[in-house]
């Protein structure tokens, strides 16, 4: 008869799998589809300028994304919690009902592998949760590590709140989440698709590339690191 060794079956009950989601999961970057949706939806087409014209700037200067994501949230000040989580429920039903190709199939047979194993998955990313927890519950993915917004008032403040879940932050992020439930890092997998996402797949055991960014693919071939197509 075969017994199972007690140590193996309690670290691998403690691993994770830790997906990056935008162009990961997904074909769409949530941050900026909302945003779009948000600006047609309140009709406020001098912030929606103001914000276009700042975010061109910063592509043009080649700006580190996590400068670029603290500024795209600077544009939430004065918007009300309640409002966004509102346009948020619409935004995603439309993205949805609109994108035949928004899910990367063979990234979500990778996730739910892994909960078939009973391996929980967690998403980490730089986006937030209003608009990440629709995607978690159509997955049945439990845990997010996102984007967090100061609040005031019931009014964003255009402040994030630390850690910031884009590049190192990612990394961070995962350690403490992994600490907290007492996981492994050497057994859990995770998943990303860009260059910042290197310090996600390098503090876990099994990572797993999902090929778009060539950087990103060619640092996994001289580590020999797992590459997935998104499709």
Same mark, same amino acid.
Request: net charge negative; no cysteine; proline share 3%.
């Given at each position: 008869?075969?017994?199972?060794?007690?140590?193996?079956?309690?670290?691998?009950?403690?691993?994770?799998?830790?997906?990056?989601?935008?162009?990961?999961?997904?074909?769409?970057?949530?941050?900026?589809?909302?945003?779009?949706?948000?600006? @047609?939806?309140?009709?406020?087409?001098?912030?929606?300028?103001?914000?276009?014209?700042?975010?061109?700037?910063?592509?043009?200067?080649?700006?580190? @994304?996590?400068?670029?994501? @603290?500024?795209? =949230?600077?544009?939430?000040?004065?918007?009300?919690?309640?409002?966004?989580?509102?346009?948020?429920?619409?935004?995603?039903?439309?993205?949805?009902?609109?994108?035949?190709?928004?899910?990367?199939?063979?990234?979500?047979?990778?996730?739910?592998?892994?909960?078939?194993?009973? @391996?929980?998955?967690?998403?980490?990313?730089?986006?937030?949760?209003?608009?990440?927890?629709?995607?978690?519950?159509?997955?049945?993915?439990?845990?997010?590590?996102?984007?967090?917004?100061?609040?005031?008032?019931?009014? =964003?403040?255009?402040?994030?709140?630390?850690?910031?879940?884009?590049?190192?932050? #990612?990394?961070?992020?995962?350690?403490?989440?992994?600490?907290? #439930?007492?996981?492994?890092?050497?057994?859990?997998?995770?998943?990303?698709?860009?260059?910042?996402?290197?310090?996600?797949? #390098?503090?876990?055991?099994?990572?797993?590339?999902?090929?778009?960014?060539?950087?990103?693919?060619?640092?996994?071939?001289?580590?020999?690191?797992?590459?997935?197509?998104?499709?």
């Amino acid at each position: 008869m075969f017994v199972a060794d007690p140590a193996v079956s309690i670290v691998e009950a403690r691993s994770y799998a830790f997906f990056d989601v935008d162009e990961t999961l997904i074909a769409d970057i949530t941050m900026l589809s909302f945003q779009d949706h948000w600006y @047609r939806a309140t009709g406020e087409q001098a912030a929606q300028a103001a914000f276009e014209q700042e975010m061109a700037a910063l592509q043009r200067q080649g700006a580190p @994304r996590e400068r670029v994501h @603290r500024r795209y =949230y600077a544009h939430f000040a004065g918007r009300a919690v309640a409002e966004v989580e509102r346009q948020a429920a619409a935004w995603f039903e439309h993205l949805e009902r609109s994108r035949t190709d928004l899910y990367h199939s063979s990234v979500i047979a990778e996730l739910h592998r892994h909960q078939a194993a009973g @391996r929980e998955a967690v998403f980490v990313s730089g986006s937030f949760p209003a608009l990440l927890t629709r995607l978690a519950r159509r997955l049945e993915v439990r845990h997010l590590l996102a984007t967090t917004m100061e609040v005031v008032d019931g009014h =964003y403040t255009g402040r994030i709140l630390a850690p910031q879940t884009i590049g190192e932050g #990612k990394a961070s992020a995962i350690a403490d989440f992994l600490a907290r #439930k007492g996981g492994s890092a050497e057994h859990s997998h995770a998943y990303g698709d860009h260059l910042s996402d290197l310090p996600m797949l #390098k503090a876990v055991g099994h990572p797993t590339v999902v090929r778009g960014d060539p950087a990103l693919a060619a640092y996994a071939e001289t580590a020999g690191w797992r590459i997935v197509a998104p499709q």
